[in-house]
């Protein structure tokens, strides 16, 4: 029985789940840098974190703010330059350079937030897809952002405070620091007062308005968190995976796959930006051992299909996914998760 | 004359024919919108499969026969989207079948391209490219094809729209759901009705746009510029899209043509979402669009 407020707003509620986090905890920051491989840390662990840090901002406005934003890659894109550039040029320590690219990416993503105080829903996709092609031209453009037309610039040498960061699982522990400490603060600021004046205004922006809560403070801030989170993303994206900053990573295609994270995550949850980013960073890896297997065991695929025909199976699934998730279970896998656990928490006696 | 206005013409003319091309995508953005409030992304993943699908069955059996199989394509498509997208999420908010919809557009694209391969292809309707010089100025037949379909096809929908009982009929459905369900109206063949419609005119685009710049993924791209056309002409207004795409096609083109030099080019990505962000801060509704009113 909860008795008082404190007890209502515990972040968890089942001791449980206390012990279950730190486990995860430690198994995150100690375990898996140790026992995985190279291509493991590489290819699935450093990109799943940058993925979920870009999802959660983009689930934080849309999931929870009800703005939809395709220009999440742009604003991704934003904090990568600015992480270069303040790191490359002017010496700024890595973290410091994450968090700084973070508040650049905030101005900038206010500032295509601004149509939202007047728009909304499809108008509002619109032009915050102007926000992603704008600024995917003024970073191919303007010299001294990106020196020239390629647009590529590799990072030096990632070190902090004589730390040298150059092995995979380093990389690994540093880009998680960052996730660990984001998520905490989103999971809090979504059950704060601002989290609750961002549900109103994506339950009802006109009941919401009339009971007194700003839309311009209030959508404004959701556009700036949300792109903080996106900035930092892209910051990390490049200083830790990629290792230069290149502007055909940051494409069109890029914000919606973010924008499948967080419908087949869970929208409005931010255990579900983990879910979703999770699901599909290992999708595309899933579906060629998946070839590969049946290529090897059952059927040579090639003589059944064409190559055509498998190389593109990954987008019928992430479009087929989409919209089944959205049909069946439209609160994603964060609810089924929870589902799950509801369920084995009554077991055997569910009533 | 002087030679910069003759130029500034010239890219006018030219930015109106593409514009019309335009005009023909947002038309099915339009339609679908109309008639089931439903914003469709897949618009142009639709043209660009149309399109494939021709460029692919022009090449061994006559033109006509492939676009009746292209036509039966899209009707089947029209239904499957209903049978297996649409109706599942009946009385859902837009946003969320919104996002469905690019769910849509993610598989077409990977079906057209797993089905007819990734390789860029050529669409051969079988009309010579002639041009002819107007004034001074060049205009190709196949620009005069397209401005008369694209004519055309503007007053039959709104001639459905306006005077049939289908088309009232899906009005009232992009009005409300559940309202036009309470009144008997078929819901989910009103769905069918107009996806199989924009598959029609996807088709009149697909054939029109792969004759001019090929047929490759890049077109469902290029679909996206018919959003701001959208913007600019109001998403529910049919002489919208056609007025919409217009002004989109000859300001893009002046803007390239006459500031574009000035700032190192390629602004012509951009430039139409620009000005659909300025007549939005005008008219958030469009030049067209019908204002929505809301009440708690």
């Known amino acids: ?25 430690v198994l995150a920051f100690f375990v898996i840098p140790l026992v995985s491989s190279h291509y493991m840390l590489v290819s ?34 934003v904090g990568a330059y600015a992480t270069v550039v303040m790191y490359n040029r002017y010496d700024v320590p890595i973290p410091v350079a994450l968090l700084g690219s973070g508040l650049i990416t905030a101005a900038v993503g206010s500032v295509f937030g601004l149509p939202s105080l007047r728009i909304k829903g499809f108008y509002l996709a619109v032009s915050t897809l102007a926000a992603q092609l704008i600024i995917e031209w003024v970073i191919t453009h303007v010299k001294w952002i ?16 004589g730390w040298q960061i150059d092995t995979a699982a380093e ?38 308005e009339i009971i007194g809560i700003s839309q311009f403070k209030y959508k404004m801030l959701a556009f700036a968190v949300s792109s903080f989170y996106a900035g930092v993303a892209g910051g990390l994206l490049v200083a830790f995976y990629y290792g230069s900053a290149n502007i055909e990573e940051f494409h069109l295609l890029v914000s919606f796959q973010i924008l499948g994270m967080v419908i087949i995550g869970g929208m409005g949850s931010v255990l579900g930006s983990f879910l979703g980013a999770g699901f599909i960073v290992l999708l595309p890896i899933f579906i060629n051992l998946t070839i590969s297997f049946v290529n090897h065991r059952i059927v040579d695929l090639s003589k059944v299909f064409t190559l055509d025909l498998i190389a593109n199976v990954e987008n019928m699934i992430f479009g087929a996914l989409i919209i089944f998730f959205l049909a069946v279970e439209p609160f994603g896998l964060a609810r089924l998760w929870n589902t799950i656990k509801d369920y084995l928490r009554l077991w055997p006696f569910p009533y | 004359m002087s030679e910069t206005l003759l130029f500034a013409l ?11 091309m335009y005009s023909l995508v947002a038309l099915g953005f339009v339609l679908i919108y109309k008639a089931s409030g439903v914003f469709n992304f897949a618009q142009g993943d639709m043209t660009f499969l149309a399109a494939l699908a021709l460029a692919s069955f022009v090449v061994k059996i006559p033109l006509w026969i492939s ?22 999420l009946v009385a859902r908010p837009p946003l969320v079948l919104f996002m469905a919809t690019i769910g849509v557009a993610f598989f077409l694209q990977g079906l057209a391209q797993g089905i007819w391969g990734t390789q860029p292809r050529g669409l051969e309707l079988g009309l010579a490219d002639q041009t002819y010089d107007v004034a001074g100025m060049f205009i190709s037949n196949m620009d005069i094809l397209g401005a008369v379909v694209a004519g055309i096809l503007l007053i039959a929908l709104v001639w459905f729209f306006q005077k049939t009982k289908t088309g009232r009929a899906l ?11 309470a009144v008997g109206i078929p819901l989910r063949k009103a769905w069918g009705i107009t996806w199989a419609i924009a598959g029609i005119v996807a088709i009149v685009a697909g054939a029109l746009w792969g004759s001019r710049v090929g047929v490759q993924a890049s077109l469902a791209l290029l679909a996206l510029k018919a959003l701001p056309v959208l913007i600019i002409g109001g998403i529910d207004s049919i002489p919208g899209a056609i007025l919409g795409g217009l002004i989109i096609g000859a300001a893009e083109n002046l803007a390239e043509g006459l500031i ?30 019908r204002e929505i009113i809301e009440r708690v």
Do not use: C
């Open chain 1, 44 to 77: 699935i662990f450093i990109p799943f974190l940058v993925f979920s840090l870009a999802a959660l901002g983009l689930n934080i406005l849309t999931g929870y703010a009800g703005q939809l934003s395709l220009g999440h890659a742009g604003f991704m894109a």
């Open chain 1, 146 to 161: 990106s020196g020239g037309v390629y647009s590529t610039i590799d990072i030096r040498a990632l070190e902090f405070m």
């Open chain 2, 171 to 181: 009005r009232a459905v992009s009005d409300d759901h559940e309202a036009a369900l």
């Open chain 2, 67 to 88: 676009l009746i199989v292209v036509l039966a394509i899209m009707l089947i498509l029209a239904m499957a989207v209903e049978r297996i997208v649409l109706k599942p």
């Open chain 1, 171 to 208: 990389k690994y522990q540093f880009a998680l620091i960052f996730v660990v400490i984001m998520a905490f603060f989103a999971k809090n600021v979504v059950r704060s007062r601002i989290g609750r004046a961002w549900m109103s205004i994506r339950d009802m922006d006109v009941a919401s």
């Open chain 2, 260 to 289: 574009g030099p000035a700032v190192g080019g390629g602004i012509k990505n951009f430039f139409p979402y620009l000005l659909a962000l300025i007549v939005l801060a005008v008219r958030p509704y469009g030049l067209f669009g």
């Open chain 2, 10 to 20: 010239e890219l006018t003319i030219s930015g109106l024919l593409v514009g019309l």
């Open chain 1, 1 to 25: 029985m909860k008795t008082t407020y404190a007890k209502d707003m515990e972040l968890f509620p089942i001791p449980l789940d206390k012990a279950g986090f730190v486990v995860v905890m």
